[in-house]
């Protein structure tokens, strides 16, 4: 029997047509792209900003190094890293705490002090023990002393400065001269790939960033349109409509009708999104090709994974529908706003705890426990998503989460249609436990 | 198939040909037109302790405006879902145009609820025409019976505006517009008129005799029984959820018998004094209502009023109203005929 009647239908376009032309879905469909470009953005500006900040105003950094290890290769380096610097003989014989009182007064914006005893302890130079910034007193830590707050890309460069020159003071101990410490301190860096069974290959970083997302995304989806199930189911009761609705058709399939409809929009909202997000991507990928490829990402070598994708499409559907029934049984329970957070609470839990799952699956997507939870419905339409795209996830077991997860969506709409059936005649007090378990048996 | 078709009286009617068929052959295959709309027997309901409907047969002819009269929380709410099927009987059948499937003749059937609402963010018509495609009418067709139904009750200028910038008198148009866009052969009312503004009563009743001419059964539930006997050519009484009597108007009131008599006259009153043919009089001064001992004949009552000497100018025997008849058939049977202050909501 095909559950979609002509009366399912008209009940699935007004839910749809209605909240498609509301200021909700203007706002929240263009708002979420335009948040996030924002945000990014205005990350990307703060970052430049606070960058030409510290090249325009010029800090003179003193370096007080009273035993003379590597004061004068630092002011060296600084000086290789165009930043001022100069020997501080004036500062070398003060405590911190008297620099500290003094600073304001002398010439330097800051101050980098390498203790006395920093020399005495054997193979190690200063600043070796400790970074920059961190303890006081001469107890072999070197200390960076500053007038105004230090930009982190200062402290990034007398950290490396630091690192240089202590590389060479320690290679002209053993009589090498002749060597750039720059070479020897060349960064490396290495990429974890996957080889799944078919020999596919996975960059590990990029796949457990997209799973992260993925489950952020579907816990966002299954909260917000679970609570318009809610809502919508509510506004029957609100307006005094429903009765007569079920004289016109049956509670299932006013429930059904709510669902899809509310599903629909979700659908609705996230073609949109993605339609801009695939076009931002163009956009941003053929003119930021030769940034990603200066920092090594290779787009060539991301393959597009779209059995997960497709497969996630399910999950998700099947994740919408499991849930969405239980909030259309728990809105039917109930007659005003304020029953319904109480209603919905124990529900949002149900996918709160998936998601927080989700990131110690991410994690260690082949765990025992993270493959059990990626079977067990309520868990699967989040953990399972995730763990397609961290891992490689055999056949079996995402077959047979999908088919656990349709019983389980089955159950679900079940119970909230019996629910369904009665609750939604009622008015006023919210109903009972024991009261929605007799609906439950008796119908 | 489809095509207007000239009704005996009023404007065109457009008819849905296909629909009208369907209606031929489900009355053929039922075999007989004479089955009655709606037909009850030994219906019983309760909801936890209360019993809403108790062991209730009712027989509605087709093509009469049929009322359900009763206090609040008599148990006509509740008849009225069973027989719309909105929740089941706990014994006893339904049948509705002859058929116990009363799901498949919904679309045949137009029902206001007591608590009647509107989505408050459609506009008039999308509202209506949603109605009319719950009910089978194609999008299209419901779009422009909407419309026409708009106008009709004088609210076509505010066809496009939402709901909720309707007055109540409005609203109430637009949702007895709901119930019968599309032209449904059953009209279940559960108190039509209660809440309404007077110029609405009228229009809503002109409305439901155009459907009556149209060939459709109306029945309509009401505590106001005054309502009932001027609009209804049956009615059944209820009184705490059970059957008190049922009939046509007019033979309840024959059966009920005329005892009851308004006199005028100037005179002596003495011949009032008459313990074995009066049970009870009212007095207003010259006018007397008398309420004759059962059996006894007015006719004796007349002539010792004439034989006194006393000069009457009226002597009519008055019919029993219905409410009359109500209130001494439900404590005859002493069943409570006040209203309760409990209310017939569905509480399972």
Same mark, same amino acid.
């Given at each position: ?180 410490? #720059?070479? !020897? &301190?060349?960064?490396?860096? *290495?990429?974890?790939?996957?080889? +799944?069974? $078919?020999? %596919?290959?996975?960059? /590990? ?38 009765e007569?609705?079920v004289s ?70 099947? #994740?919408? !529908? &499991?849930?969405?029934?239980? *909030?259309?049984?728990?809105?039917? +329970?109930? $007659?005003? %706003?304020?029953?319904? /957070? ?79 059936r009665v609750?939604?005649l009622m ?11 007799r609906w439950?048996r008796h119908g | ?29 039922i075999?007989a037109?004479n089955t009655p709309a709606i037909r009850l027997r030994g219906v019983t309901k309760r909801f936890d302790k209360k019993m809403a409907v108790r062991d209730l047969d009712l027989e509605i002819p087709r093509?009469s405006i049929y009322g359900l009269i009763g206090p609040n929380g008599a148990g006509k709410t509740t008849t009225l879902r069973i027989i719309l099927d909105i929740i089941g009987p706990d014994a006893g059948s339904v049948d509705v145009f002859g058929s116990p499937n009363v799901e498949a003749m919904r679309?045949?059937i137009?029902y206001?609820p007591e ?71 059953l009209l279940v009312l559960d108190e ?25 059964t109306i029945l309509l539930s009401t505590h106001l029984i005054?309502?009932a006997e001027?609009?209804c050519e049956r009615v059944c009484m209820i009184a705490g959820a059970t059957k008190v009597l049922d009939g046509r108007v007019r033979d309840i009131k024959?059966a009920a ?65 219905l409410r009359q008849i109500f209130i001494e058939k439900a404590t005859e049977a002493g069943l409570s005929h006040e209203d309760e202050s409990e209310d017939d909501e569905a509480a399972a």
């Amino acid at each position: 029997m095909n559950p979609f009647t002509p009366r399912v239908a008209a009940v699935i376009r007004r839910e749809f047509v209605l909240r498609v032309k509301s200021k909700w879905f203007l706002l929240s469909t263009l708002g979420l792209p335009v948040l996030i470009v924002g945000l990014g953005g205005l990350a990307g500006f703060l970052a430049v900003r606070s960058a030409t900040d510290a090249g325009e105003a010029r800090r003179v950094i003193g370096v007080a190094d009273p035993a003379g290890l590597i004061g004068d290769l630092l002011v060296e380096e600084f000086l290789a890293d165009s930043l001022d610097a100069v020997r501080a003989a004036d500062m070398e014989e003060l405590s911190i705490d008297e620099a500290r009182t003094r600073l304001s007064d002398s010439s330097y914006d800051l101050l980098l002090m390498i203790p006395r005893s920093a020399g005495r302890r054997s193979a190690e130079m200063p600043g070796e023990t400790a970074g920059a910034n961190e303890g006081e007193g001469d107890d072999g830590r070197t200390t960076l002393l500053a007038r105004a707050s230090v930009p982190s890309v200062i402290e990034g460069s007398v950290r490396g400065a630091l690192q240089r020159a202590s590389v060479r003071a320690r290679l002209r101990s053993i009589g090498v001269q002749s060597i750039d410490p #720059g070479a !020897l &301190l060349q960064r490396t860096s *290495f990429e974890v790939i996957n080889v +799944t069974e $078919s020999g %596919e290959a996975r960059s /590990q970083d990029i796949y457990r960033a997209l799973s992260f997302g993925i489950a952020f995304f579907f816990y966002f989806v299954l909260l917000i349109y679970g609570q318009m199930i809610v809502r919508a189911i509510l506004e029957e009761k609100q307006s005094d409509i429903v009765e007569i609705m079920v004289s016109s058709l049956r509670p299932w399939e006013l429930m059904l009708g709510k669902i899809v409809g509310v599903g629909a929009v979700g659908i609705a909202q996230m073609a949109v999104w993605a339609l801009i997000f695939a076009l931002a991507a163009v956009y941003g990928l053929t003119a930021g090709a030769s940034t990603l490829a200066e920092a090594g990402i290779d787009l060539a070598s991301i393959a597009v994974p779209w059995g997960a994708l497709v497969l996630m499409f399910f999950f998700l559907i099947f #994740g919408y !529908l &499991l849930y969405a029934g239980m *909030f259309a049984g728990a809105g039917a +329970t109930i $007659s005003n %706003e304020h029953d319904a /957070q109480q209603v919905m609470l124990p529900i949002t839990m149900l996918i709160i705890l998936p998601f927080i799952a989700t990131q110690g699956v991410i994690q260690s997507p082949n765990a025992g426990w993270g493959v059990i939870l990626s079977l067990v419905p309520f868990f699967s339409p989040l953990v399972m998503p995730a763990r397609l795209f961290a891992t490689s996830v055999p056949v079996w077991q995402w077959l047979a989460s999908l088919v656990l997860l349709g019983v389980f969506v089955l159950g679900a709409a079940w119970v909230a249609g019996r629910i369904f059936r009665v609750g939604i005649l009622m008015k006023g007090q919210r109903a009972n436990l024991p009261q929605v378990l007799r609906w439950i048996r008796h119908g | 198939m489809e095509g207007w078709i000239r009704l005996s009286e009023g404007n065109p009617q457009y008819i849905d040909g296909a629909a009208a068929w369907r209606r031929v052959r489900a009355v053929r295959m039922i075999g007989a037109v004479n089955t009655p709309a709606i037909r009850l027997r030994g219906v019983t309901k309760r909801f936890d302790k209360k019993m809403a409907v108790r062991d209730l047969d009712l027989e509605i002819p087709r093509g009469s405006i049929y009322g359900l009269i009763g206090p609040n929380g008599a148990g006509k709410t509740t008849t009225l879902r069973i027989i719309l099927d909105i929740i089941g009987p706990d014994a006893g059948s339904v049948d509705v145009f002859g058929s116990p499937n009363v799901e498949a003749m919904r679309q045949r059937i137009g029902y206001l609820p007591e608590e009647r609402g509107l989505y408050q963010k459609m506009t008039a018509t999308d509202h209506l025409a949603f109605f009319g495609q719950l009910k089978g009418l194609k999008r299209k067709e419901a779009l422009a019976r909407a419309r026409t139904g708009l106008d009709a009750v004088g609210l076509g200028d505010r066809a496009d505006d939402k709901v909720e910038t309707f007055s109540k008198g409005m609203a109430q148009k637009a949702q007895f517009l709901g119930v019968i866009l599309h032209q449904p052969d059953l009209l279940v009312l559960d108190e039509p008129f209660s809440g309404l503004d007077p110029l609405n009563v009228e229009l809503f009743k002109q409305l439901l005799q155009e459907r009556q001419r149209a060939g459709a059964t109306i029945l309509l539930s009401t505590h106001l029984i005054e309502d009932a006997e001027r609009l209804c050519e049956r009615v059944c009484m209820i009184a705490g959820a059970t059957k008190v009597l049922d009939g046509r108007v007019r033979d309840i009131k024959a059966a009920a018998g005329r005892r009851d008599i308004a006199l005028s006259f100037e005179g002596n009153p003495t011949f009032l004094d008459a313990p074995d043919l009066i049970e009870d009089i009212s007095a207003h001064g010259t006018y007397v209502e008398v309420r004759m001992l059962e059996g006894a004949d007015p006719q004796a009552l007349l002539r010792r009023a004439v034989d006194s000497g006393a000069l009457i100018s009226r002597f009519e025997l008055i019919e029993p109203s219905l409410r009359q008849i109500f209130i001494e058939k439900a404590t005859e049977a002493g069943l409570s005929h006040e209203d309760e202050s409990e209310d017939d909501e569905a509480a399972a």
